[in-house]
């Protein structure tokens, strides 16, 4: 009898598994489709966007870029050059050296004639790692602030930018970013259009592995040679450009990357700046924003940008790539646990009763279930509770749906951003839609069950490090 | 049965995965087809209208005029950037090719089109154009139910600057219109806007008035500081008063300090302190030399780092002050004698 319980608890699962990838991959459908109704949106008022007026308007909104750095000396006086010299009125670059343990500061110093200077630094966001010295640049005092300070993780640089930052705008942007040249302009366009809600927006990420780079802008884009980055550049279309756009339609947005976000810098020390006890500091502060703002009944809005764009420099190996996603997706669980209470929470509208729940349910118990299936399905077959006729045609079909899905955020891209010109690109990544879904999702899914384990388990996180090759002559090639 | 549905779901992927693969590659053949279509046709047009803007719209109109049909819309979103960058008579030359080809007709006539996109590229054209006989109709787009066509219709307003626009463009605020982009328009109807902003500064919406003080700071009518310390008599709203300060700092004039003066008092909320003690600074207020560095020990930080930053601008008799406050220890001061002295270096 006991023999009979089990094989049909397995059984059951098995549908079960199978109904849950039937799900997720619909969703992911789901918010492709609502991003292609946001790109057609946003490419037919390309032509009346105004942001001409906007970098001519004495009164459009000034912004501290804020770049926190931690041993970037490889890329960091190209990154800084180029932020300086986005096409944006007025901009103020906040360059924060976490402790650097090579030579970032020097080659800053050296670069920019950084002049130290008597800064006196406020306290509106708490801060752990001291600041040892302000320094600016001799010949654009108020263009470029470095601050160089005791190292204390991502956040608490952020933390130390957002106290010296000194307008009401800040951008957070990653030291191994390279920014489209209208990208500021795109960001802080919806807060130039509807300042009175707009409380942060978003910019898309996309790779920049391949791509051409010349005097910190993308110039040339292509696929890289490696094809782990082939995958992770049509994953990145699926899950955060038209993923992220489909929340954005929504009303759920929930994650900004850090890689290139825009906040109102009073709404952020408001909530507290951002979080130390996560990895996921981005995120967090997204939800911590929505809490906030909820919480006081204001109406305002968190938007996402899917165009210009920010290139960041994606791991190319599996050792870092897996650093990265035990990364993130501790992140994550970190960020649900701590704001637990807004799930299924009315209080909180979409964000409580969709989004956070949808992240809970598809994002970070994903891994679990895609692992589950590898053991279930081969104990099944063993124990002759399914037939191999069945086992294959199961795995085909869900993984079969995962591809349609990547297709078709792979087609979105085609039909309206086409930034891969290159008719070999396209086969690329028609190829990586099959390795992303064969190969690819099962090896992530190891390592962000890793990952949400160690939150659980309270491990102590660990950044690790990326090689970088920098954006220099050594990306050109590539 | 679970087989024979799976396998019609793998086949049904299957074409799915075709279809889509294909749909792509078409898509790819269709666009590189069209944009290459666009720009043989694009290429005498777009010398053609280089050439006569280069020419001030002197010589060249009958050549543009005889463009055909196809050839001149691939080449209409070159025509309508320059319509953007040029000014005088190669900006009036071109709006009189625009005019006489039919688009002017046409875009007025889409400004009542069922599509928002279409009636926002519409009134765009319109305010490139600087349209007189536009102003009317762009007006009724104020109201529109679509914001970004709102928007447009503003900046298109803007770009005409007939004064008639400026009323209803302060009324427009009311639908959500952001105050920089009205307060904008504004700025470029010029004083002939100034009898309705003057007006708008007695509005009973806060947000009337914040951007009539940001238009009239930007129109830079000095004869508009009496109606703002007025105002500044009256006003309880801070981020009236802000604004306010904002606009006086912008103005300048002896009448602008005693108000100045009295917002940065501690009982004022911070944000009006901070923004008056900016102001004194722009303003060059040297009467408030001693006001200002007594707010250089300010526990709110903005206050003391404004204070600090408008005492150099005031000069020698402000940089002295500054320099007593360093000698005694004052980090605000000697960050604002740091950073003056780097920025005289740069002068």
């Not at chain 2, 427009?172 to 219109?177: P, Y």
């Not at chain 2, 008092?265 to 004022?268: C, E, L, Q």
């Given at each position: 009898m006991w023999a009979e319980v089990a094989r049909g608890l397995l059984e059951g699962a098995n549908y079960l598994i199978f109904g849950y990838f039937i799900l997720i991959n619909s969703s992911y459908l789901v918010l492709i489709v609502l991003a292609a109704g946001e790109f057609v949106r946003h490419l037919r008022g390309a032509m009346f966007t105004g942001a001409d007026d906007l970098f001519r308007s004495p009164l459009s909104p000034a912004v501290s870029l804020i770049v926190p750095a931690y041993n970037e000396a490889a890329g960091i006086v190209p990154a800084v050059q180029a932020l300086i010299s986005l096409r944006y009125p007025r901009i103020e670059v906040v360059v924060v050296d976490d402790g650097s343990t090579d030579d970032t500061f020097d080659r800053l110093r050296d670069h920019f004639d950084l002049v130290e200077v008597p800064r006196v630094v406020p306290r509106d966001v708490p801060h752990s790692g001291a600041v040892e010295s302000v320094h600016v640049a001799r010949a654009a005092p108020r263009t470029l602030v470095v601050v160089r300070k005791v190292n204390g993780g991502k956040a608490d640089s952020l933390n130390v930018g957002l106290n010296l930052a000194s307008h009401d705008l800040v951008c957070m942007v990653d030291a191994d970013s390279v920014l489209d040249n209208e990208a500021l302009l795109s960001v802080v366009k919806p807060f130039a259009d509807d300042p009175v809600r707009m409380a942060a927006t978003g910019g898309v990420v996309r790779i920049a592995n391949g791509c051409r780079v010349t005097a910190g802008r993308v110039v040339d884009i292509r696929m890289p040679r490696e094809w782990l980055v082939r995958i992770q550049i049509v994953e990145y279309l699926r899950a955060f450009l038209t993923g992220r756009t489909g929340w954005s339609r929504l009303g759920g947005l929930v994650v900004i990357s850090g890689a290139f976000g825009v906040f109102r810098r009073d709404l952020v020390v408001a909530a507290g700046g951002m979080a130390t006890d996560t990895v996921g500091e981005d995120a967090e502060l997204v939800v911590r924003l929505h809490r906030t703002l909820r919480r006081a009944g204001r109406d305002y809005r968190i938007v996402f940008v899917a165009e210009p764009v920010s290139w960041s420099e994606a791991p190319a190996a599996m050792r870092q790539l897996g650093t990265q996603r035990r990364r993130w997706h501790r992140g994550l669980a970190e960020i649900l646990t701590i704001h637990r209470g807004m799930l299924f929470n009315p209080r909180y509208g979409r964000v409580g009763m969709v989004a956070l729940p949808y992240y809970l349910v598809f994002e970070l118990l994903a891994p679990f279930v895609e692992l589950l299936a590898f053991v279930l399905l081969p104990v099944s077959l063993m124990l002759g509770i399914v037939n191999l006729d069945f086992a294959w045609r199961l795995a085909v079909a869900a993984y079969g749906y995962g591809m349609v899905v990547s297709l078709s955020a792979l087609l979105l891209e085609e039909m309206s951003f086409h930034r891969y010109s290159r008719w070999s690109d396209l086969a690329r990544g028609a190829v990586g839609v099959v390795l992303e879904n064969v190969g690819y999702r099962q090896v992530l899914a190891y390592y962000q069950a890793q990952g949400a384990w160690w939150a659980w388990r309270g491990k102590k996180a660990t950044w690790g490090t990326q090689q970088r090759a920098g954006f220099g002559s050594e990306s050109e090639g590539a | 049965m679970a087989i024979v549905v799976l396998t019609i779901a793998i086949f049904v992927l299957a074409g799915l995965v075709l279809l889509l693969t294909l749909v792509a590659v078409l898509i790819r053949i269709v666009r590189h087809a069209r944009n290459r279509r666009r720009e043989r046709l694009a290429r005498a047009p777009r010398r053609a209208l280089l050439a006569f803007v280069a020419e001030g719209g002197q010589e060249g109109m009958e050549d543009l005029l005889a463009i055909p049909p196809a050839a001149w819309q691939a080449a209409e979103p070159t025509a309508v950037a320059l319509l953007e960058k040029v000014r005088g008579e190669a900006h009036q030359a071109l709006a009189e090719v625009f005019a006489r080809r039919g688009v002017t007709t046409r875009a007025l006539r889409q400004l009542g089109h069922f599509d928002a996109a279409h009636r926002a590229r519409a009134a765009e054209l319109l305010g490139n154009l600087r349209l007189t006989e536009a102003v009317a109709p762009l007006c009724r787009l104020l109201a529109d139910g679509k914001p970004e066509v709102r928007l447009v219709a503003v900046r298109a307003l803007g770009a005409i600057g007939h004064p008639e626009a400026a009323g209803l463009l302060l009324d427009?605020?009311?639908?959500?219109?952001p105050v920089h982009m009205v307060a904008d328009a504004l700025a470029r109807i010029g004083e002939a806007a100034l009898p309705e902003v003057h007006g708008a500064l007695?509005?009973?919406?806060a947000v009337v008035r914040i951007t009539a003080l940001e238009a009239l700071g930007l129109i830079g009518s000095p004869g508009s500081v009496r109606a703002i310390v007025e105002l500044l008599d009256r006003e309880a709203d801070p981020d009236v008063r802000v604004a306010a300060f904002g606009a006086l700092g912008r103005l300048g004039g002896r009448a602008a300090v005693p108000p100045l003066i009295t917002a940065v008092?501690?009982?004022?909320p911070p944000e009006v302190r901070v923004a008056a003690a900016r102001a004194l600074g722009v303003v060059g207020a040297v009467a408030a030399a001693e006001t200002l560095a007594g707010l250089l020990s300010d526990p709110t930080y903005r206050v003391a780092h404004e204070a600090a930053g408008s005492l150099v601008l005031l000069g020698p008799k402000g940089q002295a002050h500054l320099r007593r406050s360093a000698e005694a220890g004052g980090a605000h001061a000697r960050e604002a004698l740091a950073l003056a002295e780097l920025t005289g270096a740069e002068g």
């Open positions: - | 427009a605020l009311t639908r959500d219109v007695r509005r009973d919406e008092a501690p009982t004022n």
